[in-house]
């Protein structure tokens, strides 16, 4: 079972992973920058989101494990990994896991810590969509905007929805299995991993995600990592100060 990715660009392959519940597409306009400078940009969708394969199995081993078989399909040998929240926590599994293909990790708002469930009012919200009702995007957002306030938040989701055939619409990601297996999106990295290679982690500075008491963990776990923060930018960082973001990524590069 293969994931799905885009490729942008050519020169030194830098993998981008999204986070939960969104896909490649959420950084399309980063990755086009990235591409002008000289990246082969590959913005994949994990398994269960995006255009990628919905299976009943889901976890952080599984994900590192579909993005070891992605390198392998696309003779990737030595890659540049950065990984926003879910996607951060993809990232340092695999970059734990097979440290001799990743080069440089870059991690977005994401501790290696363990994190409590807290995202059961998003999937409650994307359970009453009910497609044999709404017929339109606008009535998709009028039945979220009952449970969630931010439209941010809101268009974010959206970008979830697409036309199954005319005039049905539907989700591309697999939501039943998401929200049965969402204690998995909040596990900690394992006690032993260990990845010595140059990391940069980089934090909004208005989210609560990484702590600085989190340094230490991320220290034990990445003792070359570097701790930055994003100025006026929540957990979507990289969407709500992107200038910023992409300077420190280039900086590090």
């Known amino acids: 079972m293969k994931v799905h990715s885009q490729i942008i660009g050519e020169g030194a392959p830098l993998v981008i992973l999204h986070g939960f519940l969104g896909s490649g597409d959420n950084w399309k306009t980063l990755g086009s920058q990235f591409a002008e400078v000289g990246f082969e940009v590959h913005l994949v969708d994990q398994r269960n989101h995006g255009r990628s394969f919905h299976d009943p199995e889901f976890s952080y081993d599984l994900m590192a494990g579909d993005l070891y078989h992605y390198c392998e399909e696309q003779g990737l040998k030595e890659i540049i990994l950065l990984g926003h929240s879910m996607g951060g926590k993809t990232a340092m599994h695999f970059a734990t896991t097979y440290p001799e293909i990743v080069q440089k990790l870059i991690v977005a708002d994401i501790a290696p810590k363990a994190y409590p469930k807290h995202h059961q009012d998003i999937l409650k919200a994307l359970s009453s969509l009910d497609f044999s009702e709404i017929k339109s995007r606008g009535e998709a957002e009028e039945v979220l905007s009952a449970y969630i306030k931010d439209i941010g938040t809101r268009q974010f989701l959206l970008k979830n929805l697409y036309w199954k055939e005319k005039g049905q ?64 930018a ?20």
Do not use: C
């Open 234 to 253: 929540g957990h979507w960082l990289h969407a709500e100060n992107p200038s910023e973001f992409y300077k420190k990524v280039i900086d590090f590069l």
């Open 169 to 232: 619409l539907a989700l591309r990601m697999n939501l039943p299995v998401l929200s049965k297996e969402i204690e998995e999106v909040g596990k900690a990295l394992p006690e032993s991993a260990l990845f010595s290679k140059a990391t940069l982690f980089l934090k909004g500075e208005k989210s609560g995600y990484v702590e600085p008491m989190d340094e230490i963990l991320i220290k034990k776990h990445f003792p070359k990592a570097s701790i930055q923060s994003v100025k006026n």
